[in-house]
């Protein structure tokens, strides 16, 4: 990991500002379209999948060129497990929710 000087970071492009639309009022949607509270426990939940999935990418990244990088496939496969967890917790079972799948 490198440490970016103050100068360095100074000489990055200015930072894009992104408009939803949808405002803040405090929540976001899942997959569906539904609207729920920022602190639902889904959103807990996609950001715990989120922060594992992100602390086995560094594992994968320090086990690279070690004795160890036999694991590297295996815990590949669990990120993209993961990925699939995320996706069905984002994506509740409703009648919406199938329809939207279904397209």
């Not at 200015?14 to 997959?31: A, E, M, N, Q, W």
């Not at 920022?38 to 690279?64: P, R």
């Not at 669990?78 to 984002?90: E, F, K, M, R, Y």
Request: net charge positive.
């Amino acid at each position: 990991i490198t440490i970016k000087s103050p100068d360095e970071v100074k000489s990055y492009p200015p930072t894009i500002k992104v408009y939803t639309r949808t405002g803040d009022k405090g929540t976001s949607s899942l997959f569906t379209g539904e609207r729920r509270p920022k602190d639902d426990a889904v959103f807990e939940a996609l950001g715990t999948t989120d922060e594992l999935s992100s602390t086995i990418g560094m594992a994968i990244a320090h086990l690279e060129n070690t004795k160890a990088s036999t694991l590297v496939p295996r815990l590949e496969t669990i990120q993209c497990l993961l990925q699939d967890v995320g996706s069905n917790i984002a994506t509740p079972l409703t009648a919406k929710s199938q329809a939207k799948i279904k397209r």
